[in-house]
């Protein structure tokens, strides 16, 4: 079992800056590859981000390409995302999981934190 708990959201104005921290604990951190989904108001969950257990390999969703920034550190059992420039669009719920595999696909993701609230307004 694997427990991740996300913390860093909040409100912020469009064009502004916020950091989401996920910390992991339970069984090694580093076998895990990571990733950050997020769900708006009325939409589905959708992959925003994800990293591969050492962190060599981040892959972004076209939305947030260039915008934000996914890292790793396995000493600290934590994920992070960095956001810049956001926007409105970027309202949502964040989540962080876990998977064995490296991929967007949310149904390969088996643990999954309870959510931090992103809330962008304009």
């Known amino acids: 079992q694997v427990q991740l708990v996300e913390s860093g959201g909040g409100l912020v104005q469009a064009g502004g800056s916020l950091r989401l921290s996920c910390v992991a604990s339970?069984?090694?951190?580093?076998?895990?590859?990571m990733a950050w989904f997020r769900q708006g108001p009325g939409k589905e969950r959708e992959f925003v981000a994800r990293?591969?257990?050492?962190?060599?390999?981040?892959y972004y969703a076209d939305s947030v390409k260039g915008r934000f920034t996914i890292s790793r550190d396995n000493a600290k059992n934590t994920v992070y995302l960095q956001m810049n420039s956001l926007k409105p669009e970027d309202t949502a719920v964040y989540f962080c999981a876990a998977s064995s595999i490296a991929t967007t696909r949310i149904s390969e993701y088996n643990y999954w934190g309870q959510g931090t609230q992103v809330t962008v307004s304009s």
């Open positions: 339970g069984r090694a951190f580093s076998r895990y590859h």
């Open positions: 990293i591969t257990w050492n962190g060599a390999v981040p």
